[in-house]
């Protein structure tokens, strides 16, 4: 896994529960020490426990409002924020229970997997849920350099939706709110349909979200670039997900994927010890040359053209449409 090899012991200064699902945590140096910097769209990594009593990495974006010239330069804080997930396995229950002011947590570096491209025009930004911080951040850094940008933030209802008042104060008209219990929710053919051919869509949240996006903008003949991305969690399981068998061709081994993992953390689990990073089907590094057997494609690095090949999968997020898979390993 691609990590920062030295990471930083930083201390919980502030935490909130924003609402029932989002808990917010300032986190610095316990000497009071000026931070590395970063830039909008980046996220750290914590050092969370699991029940299982292993640790694992959890990444959260980091969020900043101010709109200050070089804001997030030296920043003396990292805020983020973590949604409760009652299906994931238990990470985000940890950093909603255990860190408290005061706590020491093991932070890596910041990194930016989603950066907000420098260029002149228009930027509209979508986001869904939690997804809107990385966004937040982009919506200062547009303020900041006194770039157009109009941000869509859609949510179940507004009780449950995070920063709304900062937000507000920041983009005022410029901010769009789509909330299913209150109104229509979000109209994604709409919201597309209505963007200027030199706007640069950046979208954050659920997998369902995403896809319906990226179908849209399929459909509108938009090029792929125009839309940049990142899921705010791993994605789902998908209803139906069945067990079934990799044969790992360059060391005859045999392994079980259960319905409910994936082949990244089965050949993991197993020992082996796969290239990985995202985990989320975005940044291609676990790509594996597949043998034999039907390939379920659920990443985003592919075209329609290299699935429809085969030959080729994500192991982090794509499965096996059949009961076995062999993958050149
Ligand atoms: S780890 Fe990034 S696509 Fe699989």
């Not at 805020?79 to 940890?94: K, L, M, P, T």
């Not at 929710?185 to 869509?201: E, F, M, S």
């Not at 903008?217 to 399981?237: D, S, T």
């Not at 290299?306 to 059949?322: D, F, I, P």
Request: charged fraction near 20%; proline fraction near 6%; hydrophobic fraction near 40%.
């Amino acid at each position: 896994m691609t990590t920062n090899p030295e990471p930083m012991l930083l201390q919980v200064l502030q935490a909130q529960t924003l609402n029932p699902l989002v808990r917010m945590l300032h986190l610095g140096r316990p000497d009071g020490g000026v931070l590395p910097g970063y830039t909008a769209g980046s996220h750290i990594q914590v050092q969370v426990a699991l029940p299982d009593g292993t640790s694992a990495w959890r990444a959260y974006s980091l969020i900043n409002f101010a709109t200050s010239a070089n804001a997030t330069a030296a920043p003396m804080q990292y805020c983020i924020a973590v949604r409760r997930e009652d299906a994931g396995r238990g990470g985000s229950h940890w950093m909603h229970e255990q860190p408290q002011v005061g706590t020491m947590l093991t932070v890596q570096r910041p990194r930016n997997d989603f950066p907000l491209e420098d260029i002149a025009g228009s930027t509209v930004l979508l986001a869904g849920g939690i997804g809107v911080t990385p966004l937040a951040s982009m919506a200062a850094q547009c303020r900041a350099q006194d770039r157009p940008v109009r941000l869509h933030y859609a949510g179940r209802s507004r009780s449950l939706m995070a920063f709304l008042p900062e937000l507000q104060t920041m983009l005022g008209g410029d901010l769009e709110l789509h909330i299913d219990d209150e109104a229509a929710g979000l109209n994604i053919a709409a919201l597309l349909g209505v963007c200027a051919p030199q706007v640069k869509l950046y979208v954050c949240g659920p997998q369902a979200m995403l896809d319906a996006v990226l179908d849209q903008a399929q459909k509108l003949g938009w090029p792929p670039e125009r839309v940049h991305f990142e899921l705010f969690a791993a994605p789902a399981a998908n209803d139906g997900d069945h067990a079934f068998q990799i044969v790992l061709e360059q060391t005859g081994r045999t392994l079980i994927v259960p319905a409910d993992k994936s082949i990244l953390d089965a050949l993991i689990d197993a020992g082996c010890d796969p290239l990985f990073d995202c985990k989320r089907g975005e940044c291609g590094v676990c790509a594996v040359s597949v043998l034999d057997g039907e390939i379920e494609h659920r990443d985003y690095v592919l075209s329609a053209r290299e699935k429809s090949l085969g030959n080729v999968m994500h192991t982090c997020v794509s499965r096996a449409k059949g009961p076995r898979l062999v993958l050149d390993l």
